[in-house]
């Protein structure tokens, strides 16, 4: 059974850091482009960055540029969101997704056939 297991999420002080892990079973995340996308209450879900199979690349949202990394560790077969700088604007519920057709990653919701139940992320004072 294919299965994406997120975990990290919280409340963080603005100005905090938070790493958000992604854990997949079943299949080997490597050979999938993988995508980071949020939703805050009453908001449509947002993309915020991805990376293509095999690391091929990795692409963020204007709104994150510079603030989040994304990474994978292949032994552990999980792909990792580091955030830092955390603004209250960045709260939300946050998916991991994985595409497995495209090698490039999407920057919409549509490509990705697997996803995530989802971690809260809380950034207030």
């Known amino acids: 059974q294919l299965q994406l297991v997120e975990s990290g999420g919280g409340l963080v002080q603005p100005g905090g850091s938070l790493r958000l892990s992604c854990a997949a079973s079943g299949f080997t995340l490597d050979y999938y482009a993988i995508g980071w996308f949020r939703q805050a209450p009453g908001k449509e879900r947002e993309w915020v960055s991805c990376?293509?199979?095999?690391?091929?690349?990795?692409v963020y949202a204007d709104s994150v540029k510079g603030r989040f990394t994304m990474s994978r560790d292949n032994p552990k077969n999980t792909v990792y969101l580091q955030m830092n700088s955390l603004k209250p604007e960045d709260t939300g519920v946050y998916y991991c997704a994985a595409d497995p057709t495209h090698r490039f990653c999407a920057v919409v919701p549509g490509p990705y056939d697997y996803w995530g139940q989802g971690t809260q992320v809380t950034v207030s004072s």
């Open positions: 990376i293509g199979s095999s690391s091929w690349s990795t």
